[in-house]
C-alpha cells in the first residue's frame, strides 16, 4: 500500500480539481469530465466491466465490476460518488476550492473527502490486488449524490446487477482521526412548511397592533412548541433511545459545531443520544419581513420551513405525521396554521455480528491498530435504502477516508493522506479475511 500511496494521491489531486457539482445551474462538462475520469481509473486498475449507467434527470453513474476468482467466493459491493457540494463563499477559503493543496498531513479541496478520496480507496483497493482480488466486486460510482438523484431508487428495478454478499458504503469515515470507526445507524429526514395569514394586507402597528393578530407571531409561538425547556424535542410519538456506542466529547462538538464561546449545547441526554438516536427539529427557513427594511406594521403572513430528523427505526411517514399533527393541533391565541408534509426519506440501521461484520472489525483493527468504535450519523444516504432493498441478504457495513474534522460541505474541506491509506488497507484485510471466512463456512451464493 505504502508504494501506492503517491499514484493515489496524484489521481485524488486530479479527480478533485474537476469542479464536477451537478447541482442546477451549474455546467454539466465538469461532472462528465469526472465521470469518464473514474470509469478509466477503475478499467486501468482491472475492472472487466466498466460501464456508464444513464436514468433521466440525473447524472451518469459509473459501474465496473470484476468476476470472482471462483464460485466459492463473495461478491463484495463498493460504493462512492464523483459529485460534490458547491463550495460556497470563496473568500471563505485558505486556498482556490478545486486546487488540491496541501495542509498538515493531508489535501485541502472542495470534494475531496465528500466522496472523491473514497473513491479514490476502491481505486486503491484493486490496485492493492493487481486488479485481482480474493472476492467477485462491484463498484457503483454515483454523480449526482449531493443534490439528490433518481438513481436512489433505481437498484429495486435491477436487482441482478447490484446482487451481492456484502456491501461497504463509503461515504463517510472515521469520528476522529484515527480512531476506528464503523457506522451503525442513519436517521431519517423529513420537511414541513408552516404558514400563517392573520391579515389581508399589512396595516401599521400603531393604530392596530395590540388587536390585530401579528402573523409572524403567532408563527413564532407555535415553533416554540417543538422543544421543551432544556431544549429537547416535545412532539409526541418521535422515537428516541439510549445510545451506547462512542460519541465526541463535548469539547470536540462544541469545536466541530463552531459553538459560540459561553452558548450552552440545546437538550440533555448525551450526545449521541441527541444526534443519533433521538429526533431533532430545525428550521431551516423562515419567510419574514427582513430586519434591515422592516415597517411599523402588524405582519399578515408568515412561513418557515421545518428539518426533522428522526430515529434509524421509525417510520418515515408516521414521523413526519407526528410532527404535522402536532403542529395542527396549535392554535396561538386561536389562529390556526397551514402545515404541508414534504419530502421525507427512511432512516437505516445495519445489522451487526454477522461475517462481513466481523471481517470488518478485523481489517479495521488491522489498518489503524486499535479496536473499532461504532458510530452512527444524524446525516443521510439516500441510495443505502435501494441496494439494501435490491439485495436485502447483503451485510451493509459503512466505513471510509472521511474524518469528523474534515469539513465535509463547509469551507476548507480536507482529507488526511493516513486516514486515506489505512482506509485502502482495512478494505483490503476485508475482502482477504471476508473471502476466507465465507469459503470456510461454505456459504451459499
Given amino acids: 500500500m505504502d508504494a501506492l500511496m503517491d499514484g493515489l494521491r496524484e489521481d485524488l489531486e486530479r479527480l478533485t480539481a474537476i469542479p464536477s457539482i451537478a447541482f442546477p445551474g451549474y455546467p454539466p462538462g465538469p461532472v462528465e469530465e469526472a465521470h469518464d475520469l473514474v470509469a478509466a481509473l477503475l478499467g486501468a486498475a482491472g475492472a472487466t466491466t466498466v460501464e456508464r449507467i444513464d436514468l433521466p434527470g440525473t447524472a451518469p453513474a459509473v459501474y465496473a465490476e470484476i468476476p470472482p476468482p471462483d464460485p466459492s467466493a463473495p461478491t463484495v459491493l463498493l460504493y462512492g460518488h464523483y459529485d460534490v457540494q458547491p463550495p460556497g463563499d470563496p473568500a471563505l477559503w485558505l486556498s482556490p476550492p478545486f486546487e488540491p493543496t496541501p495542509v498538515p498531513g493531508g489535501l485541502r479541496a472542495r470534494g475531496i473527502a465528500d466522496d472523491k478520496a473514497n473513491v479514490i480507496a476502491h481505486l486503491g483497493l484493486l490496485r ?214 414534504g419530502d421525507t426519506g427512511p432512516g437505516f440501521e445495519a445489522r451487526t455480528g454477522g461475517p462481513a461484520y466481523r471481517a470488518a472489525l478485523t481489517a479495521l483493527k488491522e489498518a489503524w491498530g486499535t479496536e473499532a468504535s461504532y458510530i452512527a450519523s444524524g446525516g443521510s444516504i439516500p441510495l443505502v435504502n435501494g441496494l439494501a432493498k435490491a439485495a436485502p441478504a447483503a451485510e451493509v457495513l459503512l466505513f471510509g477516508a472521511q474524518d469528523g474534522m474534515c469539513n465535509l460541505h463547509a469551507p476548507n474541506e480536507r482529507v488526511l493522506l493516513p486516514e486515506l491509506r489505512n482506509t485502502v488497507v482495512a478494505l483490503a484485510a476485508f475482502v482477504r479475511e471476508y473471502a476466507a471466512d465465507f469459503r470456510a463456512a461454505g456459504a451459499p451464493r
Fill in 128 to 341: 492493492v490486488y493487481g486488479g485481482r482480488p480474493p472476492v467477485g466486486v462491484k463498484i457503483v460510482i454515483e454523480g449526482q449524490e449531493e443534490y439528490g438523484s433518481p438513481f436512489d431508487a433505481y437498484p429495486p428495478s435491477d436487482p441482478g446487477r447490484f446482487a451481492c454478499d456484502a456491501m461497504v458504503i463509503a461515504d463517510l469515515g472515521n469520528l476522529r482521526p484515527g480512531t476506528p470507526t464503523l457506522t451503525t445507524g442513519l436517521r431519517g429526514a423529513a420537511e414541513v412548511t408552516v404558514e400563517v395569514r392573520t391579515l389581508a394586507e399589512p396595516r401599521h402597528s400603531g393604530e392596530f397592533g395590540g388587536a390585530a393578530p401579528d402573523a409572524l407571531l403567532v408563527l413564532l409561538r407555535a415553533l416554540a412548541t417543538l422543544h421543551d425547556a432544556h431544549g429537547d424535542v416535545a412532539v409526541p410519538g418521535l422515537r428516541r433511545d439510549p445510545w451506547e456506542g462512542t460519541s465526541y466529547t463535548e469539547a470536540e462538538f462544541r469545536a466541530l459545531a463552531s459553538v459560540e464561546e459561553g452558548v450552552p449545547l440545546t437538550g440533555t441526554g448525551s450526545l449521541g443520544e441527541r444526534l443519533w438516536s433521538g429526533p431533532a427539529v430545525t428550521v431551516i427557513g423562515l419567510d419574514a419581513p427582513a430586519v434591515d427594511h422592516a415597517a411599523s406594521a402588524v405582519v399578515p403572513y408568515a412561513r418557515a420551513k421545518l428539518n426533522l430528523r428522526f430515529h434509524p427505526h421509525q417510520d418515515p411517514v408516521e414521523a413526519r405525521t407526528r410532527l404535522v399533527e402536532h403542529l395542527r393541533a396549535q392554535r396561538p391565541f386561536g389562529v390556526p396554521l397551514t402545515v404541508t408534509p
